[in-house]
């Protein structure tokens, strides 16, 4: 069973930093990619970053601006996400995906091209 568990939200100030982590279990082979996305309540999924699990490739959401850095630890079936430099607008819970097959234009940036999906988890910005 294919399982993938977010961790390493909460509370942090405007302009400050957090790092996410997306541990993934149960594939017997390696995915594609891994991406993080996020949703504000009401409001369309975003996508923020993924990487190519084999390459280390990595792609970013237009609002990242820099901001944002995704890696991989291969040997922990991990993805990671560091954020630096947080708003208020960046409140959302965050989640991990998982791509299992390469697509024709490359790297997905839609939540449909994504197989499997963590629960989430929340980031608060605010002071």
């Known amino acids: 069973q294919v399982q993938l568990v977010e961790s390493g939200g909460g509370l942090v100030q405007p302009g400050g930093s957090l790092s996410l982590s997306c541990e993934v279990s149960?594939?017997?082979?390696?995915?594609?990619?891994v991406g993080w996305f996020r949703q504000v309540p009401g409001k369309e999924r975003e996508f923020a970053a993924t990487?190519?699990?084999?390459?280390?490739?990595?792609y970013y959401g237009k609002f990242v601006n820099n901001r944002f850095t995704i890696s991989r630890d291969i040997a922990k079936s991990t993805v990671y996400l560091q954020m630096n430099n947080l708003n208020p607008e960046d409140t959302a819970i965050y989640y991990c995906?998982?791509?299992?097959?390469?697509?024709?234009?490359?790297?997905?940036?839609?939540?449909?091209?994504?197989?499997?999906w963590g629960k989430g988890t929340l980031v608060t910005v605010s002071t």
């Open positions: 149960g594939l017997t082979f390696s995915p594609y990619a």
């Open positions: 990487i190519r699990w084999s390459y280390g490739t990595t």
């Open positions: 995906a998982l791509d299992l097959h390469e697509n024709p234009g490359g790297l997905a940036v839609a939540p449909r091209s994504y197989d499997y």
